[in-house]
């Protein structure tokens, strides 16, 4: 099993809440500080933080595994023919897991599933996806893979790479300077203009762009300085002014 679980640390949960509900994901746990909500494809955690705090408004990649054990096992015998990737078993502050270490440095935890099947009222057009931003592309590709990935084609021949996860979601690596960092976003197979208008019935400040490769929605970050009536995410580098929902192409 591998499943795309990101994690949203952020101080707004209850900002958050409303876009997400909006895209149609399905909360599914609201434990404190932890949520849990479900795409039709992939899963997304938010993790309450302090206000100003480093992390506020980043995401960290994550994945889910049925068996931890087994899951490093896999990823260290792929790594042994790639020489790529470190795979170990650790104690996180949440319990047991799994760190996966690319060769640029970036690392990000495999936790174990805690729920197989995604919630049914999730809408199935959404999928969560996980960036992985890295000077090295190639060796992020070869990492993904490394830890059971599939490969998806995309229509260009850059150095971006898309792969999904055989129990839901998309991992994506894309070309960045400076050090590696991970980021969030969505994909629609289904009718963008019909999502666009959910959005904007729930009050939602949402905008669309037309890209090469297909349209994509952004809406308002609520952890971004420039949103209205937020505090200033001053001290969290790299924090997007917008959640973008890409098109799906038909040939993904």
């Known amino acids: 099993m591998l499943r795309v679980r990101p994690v949203h640390f952020t101080s707004r949960p209850d900002s958050w809440e409303p876009i997400l509900t909006a895209l149609g994901l399905a909360k599914t746990v609201d434990d404190g500080p932890w949520r849990e909500f479900d795409a039709g494809s992939g899963r997304l955690a938010l993790h309450l933080t302090d206000a100003g705090a480093m992390d506020d408004g980043i995401t960290a990649l994550g994945v889910e595994v049925s068996d931890l054990a087994e899951f490093a096992r896999r990823t260290a015998l792929a790594a042994e023919e ?58 992020a590709a070869v990492t993904l893979q490394d830890i059971g990935a599939r490969f998806r084609p995309v229509p260009d021949a850059d150095e971006t790479a898309d792969f999904t996860a055989k129990n839901g979601g998309v991992l994506m690596v894309r070309p960045a300077s400076g050090p590696p960092r991970s980021g969030l976003g969505f994909e629609y197979d289904g009718d963008l203009g019909a999502l666009r208008e959910r959005l904007a019935a729930a009050g939602l400040d949402v905008s669309e762009t037309e890209e ?27 924090v997007p002014p917008t959640v973008w929902i890409s098109q799906r192409l038909a040939s993904q």
């Open 212 to 238: 090469a490769f297909g349209r994509t929605l952004h809406v308002a970050n609520p952890d971004s300085a420039g949103t209205t009536g937020t505090a200033a995410a001053a001290a969290a580098p790299h």
């Open 82 to 139: 790639s020489g790529n990737t470190v795979a170990e078993l650790i104690a996180a502050d949440h319990g047991e897991s799994c760190r996966i270490t690319g060769r640029d440095g970036f690392s990000f935890l495999a936790d174990k599933g805690a729920r197989e099947p995604n919630a049914a009222d999730a809408d199935p057009a959404l999928t969560v996806v996980g960036v992985w931003f890295t000077a090295d592309p190639g060796a």
